[in-house]
């Protein structure tokens, strides 16, 4: 058959693991939070012009986007057996011809949008027949949106459809001596969602507990105010971590490690993740409704200043340092907010200075890993390799002023009153500073995951430290 008809290849979902235009959109918003005001206005003119104006920027990297290799194979093997292919798509003209120029010598032909016809569906179907006449193609899709061009095809081919779209597809097939073909296996469950929502990111809300801890109200009310917010803060997180990556797309598939993530490797559909954003947002302002409107003005703030960190300022030196410490401590002010228990200052105090350390660790990390690259600049920071020894100093001197502050606090007349052992509790201060100066070491020594919290849940010693520090804790206040 390869000889008698072309092949047409559709892009999104089918040549690649995402979808061209939202992959253009979301790189634009990365660069100018305004787009999507514009975008709205440009799809009242129809879904040609919007993508022809998202096409216009081509700020995303074609030669890193997730190929489907199994396509890939399938359209060189129709050319090797002497067919001819087409690259057919609803994305904008050039973003097709960038995508077959990544490709020479694959496609003899390239059709996409052209800012007024959208080749999409029975478009692309009358498109395909007008061209090359009844049953005078085959064609690889994706979707349910494809039915009306399988249906005037020579030959049906799939690529990781579900088992209903199959069945509609293997019907579409007039002609018994060439059955629907399907490639690649359906991505497995809610495993790349539920990797993408970072679950183990939740961990960081136990801040939420520091008030009720700290002042030993240990109440059935505190407790479960205290879980609420806890709930509400890892969804709304959830939905900032997901709307991160989409922002961060080219950034993380530069990474050696950050390439494997859901949304990076493709494992993850982009407009799947698109539509969880609202979903986990909308769902953590529910429970943080239940709270009040002085936590919900919280959960607010945290996700403007989470927002704006990835729109703007993770692109600014220091200041996306701060602005990661100021949200480890707004989860202690969210605490206090839902238990209406009064926040100490000893312990804010102690969380800018600590948080502050863990964040530039992170940045450090980064810089590292950049410098074992052979490279000079982050990517999508505004950081050097030449500021790492700076950018070191930063954690270490403030991870000391966060060991001096708990030191201070040892002797205030609160501790005094609240512990039969006080005394006790400078074990803790000693047990910080020396974790403290081993990960700013390990991270040196490129030895530091890109996140400090997953090192310290992963990590024998670090876990040792923790469970050394709340033996003293629980020492001083029993014995």
């Given amino acids: 058959m390869a000889r008698d008809v072309i092949l047409a290849v559709d892009l999104d979902g089918t040549l690649i693991r995402s979808d061209m235009l939202l992959e253009g959109f979301w790189a634009a918003v990365a660069y100018d939070w305004t787009l999507p005001f514009r975008a709205a206005g440009w799809l009242l ?14 700020m995303h990297a074609i030669d890193a986007l997730p190929w489907t290799q199994e396509v890939l194979d399938h359209a060189a093997a129709w050319r090797a057996a002497g067919g001819r292919t087409a690259l057919v798509t609803a994305s904008d003209q050039t973003i097709a011809q960038a995508v077959a120029d990544h490709h020479p010598g694959l496609f003899d032909e390239v059709h996409g949008s052209d800012g007024k016809r959208n080749l999409k569906g029975a ?39 579900p088992a209903p779209l199959r069945r509609r597809a293997e019907r579409a097939t007039t002609d018994a001596r060439t059955p629907a073909e399907h490639l690649n296996a359906p991505a497995s469950g809610i495993g790349p969602a539920l990797r993408e929502i970072r679950p183990h990111q939740w961990l960081k809300n136990v801040l ?41 797309l080219a950034p993380d598939r530069a990474h050696p490690r950050k390439c494997n993530r859901p949304l990076a490797s493709g494992a993850l559909p982009i407009t799947q993740a698109t539509l969880m954003v609202p979903v986990l947002l909308l769902a953590g302002l529910g429970v943080s409704s239940l709270l009040g409107m002085n936590f919900m003005l919280v959960i607010v703030a945290y996700f403007a200043a989470t927002t704006s960190y990835s729109l703007w300022l993770k692109r600014r030196i ?85 060991v001096l502050v708990l030191a201070l606090y040892l002797n205030t007349p609160q501790v005094q009153a609240q512990y039969d052992q006080p005394a006790m509790l400078w074990g803790v201060c000693l047990i910080l500073l020396y974790w403290i100066s081993r ?27 923790l ?11 029993l014995l």
């Avoid at 030993?216 to 709307?243: I, K, N, P, R």
């Avoid at 003293?472 to 206040?477: D, E, H, P, R, S």
């Fill in 208 to 248: 939420i507990f520091a008030p009720m801890i700290a002042a030993h109200q240990f109440t059935a009310l505190a407790l479960m105010q205290s879980a609420l917010a806890f709930v509400a803060f890892g969804l709304v997180a959830s939905g900032v971590y997901v709307l991160n990556d989409l922002l961060d």
């Fill in 45 to 58: 003119r129809g879904r040609a012009h919007l993508k022809e104006r998202v096409a216009a920027r081509q």
């Fill in 467 to 477: 469970l050394l520090s709340g033996a003293l804790i629980a020492g001083a206040a």
């Fill in 318 to 402: 220091v200041a996306d340092i701060a602005t990661l410490a100021g949200l480890y401590t707004l989860r202690i002010v969210a605490g206090g907010v839902a238990t209406g228990i009064p926040l100490s200052v000893w312990l804010l105090a102690f969380s800018i200075f600590l948080f502050f350390a863990l964040a530039a660790v992170k940045r450090q990390a980064e810089l590292v890993d950049t410098a074992e690259r052979g490279e000079t600049n982050t990517t999508g920071r505004g950081y050097r390799v030449d500021d790492m020894p700076l950018v070191a100093q930063m954690a270490t001197a403030s991870g000391f002023v966060s």
């Fill in 439 to 465: 990960i700013v070491l390990i991270t040196h020594r490129g030895r530091m995951h890109d996140d400090p919290l997953v090192f310290a849940i992963t990590d024998p010693v670090s876990r040792t430290c």
């Fill in 123 to 161: 478009a692309k179907a009358g498109f395909l027949t007008e061209r090359f006449g009844p049953r005078g193609y085959a064609y690889i899709g994706d979707s349910h949106s494809d039915m009306p061009v399988w249906q005037g095809a020579a030959k049906v081919i799939t690529v990781n459809a």
